[in-house]
């Protein structure tokens, strides 16, 4: 589980924002992040198991290195390597962004979309 939650600091992503209330247009905010807090919770047998737990904080800046602001995400095992996760972007000046969904922890791959579910200032009303 901390390699997994590591790994999701460090890949950082993409977050496509629709119908802000000052957005007239959708807009793509990718990012990068560095872990700078996670912890794991470890329940039933030892090593990932349904109902494990892990959180990170994530500093995340812009692909050019300008400071965005922080990530905070928790996701819970599930069956598989199938986790349901909850992120939460606090874009410095601008509001809140949002998204819970399900996330493969199994693939080769550590790139996944989630829901965006609501936002906050600049990100009011988003979805997507």
Known sequence: ???????????????????????????????????????????????????DTFATTVDIKSTTGVDLGTERTQCTLGTGR??????????????????????NFGSESLDFDVPITGGTGDFANVRG
């Open 82 to 103: 199938w986790a349901t996760c909850t992120g939460a972007f606090d874009i410095t000046g601008r509001g809140e962004i949002v998204g819970t969904g399900m996330v």
């Open 1 to 51: 589980m901390a390699v997994a939650a590591g790994l999701l600091g460090l890949i950082g992503g993409t977050v496509a924002a629709n119908a802000g209330t000052d957005i007239t247009s959708p807009e793509i905010i990718t990012t990068v992040g560095t872990t700078v807090k996670d912890k794991s919770v470890d329940i039933g047998k030892r090593g990932p198991t349904v109902g």
